[in-house]
Every structure is written in structure tokens, then in C-alpha cells.
């Protein structure tokens, strides 16, 4: 990986929260598109989905075995190996956007990640998750492992302080 930066909250309105994160991947897009798209990849660092890779298609993602865990959402916008948008309706939670933007980046990748219209009270917490699902994917890229709960732990107090300064 050439750069790693810690996600940054954003206040979008009254109630709303985005959740922005730049990383360079040193992977080709259409390599980091696959890890993004592709079911099987996805299991590896964020959690079990279908995906009907379509504009208008469906894409759930389980992050356990409850019906609390399993986000669910419509693709918004697509343009591989590029951009991949989509609805992001999770339990008990107003719906949100995730907007996913790869751009070359000398031998590698730039992963642009926006997590649009949160709860101002979930912010810290999608700040430390998605923190935590990124690092996997490094992980996964180089054939290792992080575990997400750990990293989530150690990241949430960061995420939570940034949160009250908005």
C-alpha cells in the first residue's frame, strides 16, 4: 500500500454525517475492482454479498447472522472498474449512500470511499468500521489477515473524538 490516511468526518446538515476516505492501493483498478465487486473478495474483507453488478441491481452484504447485521441496497450509479454507488439500508438506521471511485495512481490504485447521509450518531462509528474493513482489504490484497474487531476497537475512540469536534 503506498498511503494510508484516517477517515474524515464531515458534516453534511443538521443530523447528517459523511464518512470520507482516500487510500492508495498498489494494485491495478481492475484488481481493486474485483475486490470491491466480486462476492468471494468481498467475503474476505467486508462480509457475505450478493452482488447484480447492474445499475438498478440489488447488493446485500452480511456481516453476521442476524437481521441486525445485513445491509442492503440498490446500485445507484456504475461505471467499472471506476465507480460503484449504491444505497446503503442498514437496520434501525435512516438510509445512506456509498459511493466507491477508483483512479489510477501511478503503479497503483486511489480508493476514494464516501459513505453519504449517516446519522451524525453513527459517524464515529462507520469512521472506525470502514477504517477497519479498509485495512482488511489491504490485508486481503497481500494474502494476510487483520482482525476487524480488534482494529475497530483500537480505532473507535479516535473516530469518536473527531466526531465531537464537528
Known sequence: ???????????????????????????????????LTEPEQLRGWLGEAEVDLRSGGKIVIRF???????????IRELDPPRIL???WTFPVETDS?????????????????????????????YGAGWHAHLDRLEALLERGD???????????????AAAERL
Open 1 to 35: 500500500m503506498l498511503a494510508q490516511t484516517f477517515g474524515h468526518l464531515q458534516r453534511e446538515s443538521e443530523g447528517r454525517t459523511t464518512v470520507h476516505f482516500e487510500r492508495v492501493y498498489d494494485y491495478r483498478p481492475d484488481e481493486l475492482w474485483a475486490a
Open 64 to 74: 453476521g447472522d442476524t437481521d441486525e447485521e445485513i445491509a442492503a441496497g440498490m
Open 97 to 125: 449512500v456509498l459511493r466507491l471511485e477508483l483512479e489510477p495512481r501511478g503503479n497503483g490504485t486511489l480508493l476514494i470511499l464516501d459513505h453519504r447521509r449517516l446519522p451524525a450518531a453513527a459517524a464515529a462509528g
Open 85 to 87: 454507488e449504491y444505497e
Open 146 to 160: 487483520v482482525d476487524w474487531d480488534e482494529r475497530f476497537a483500537a480505532l473507535l475512540p479516535s473516530y469518536n
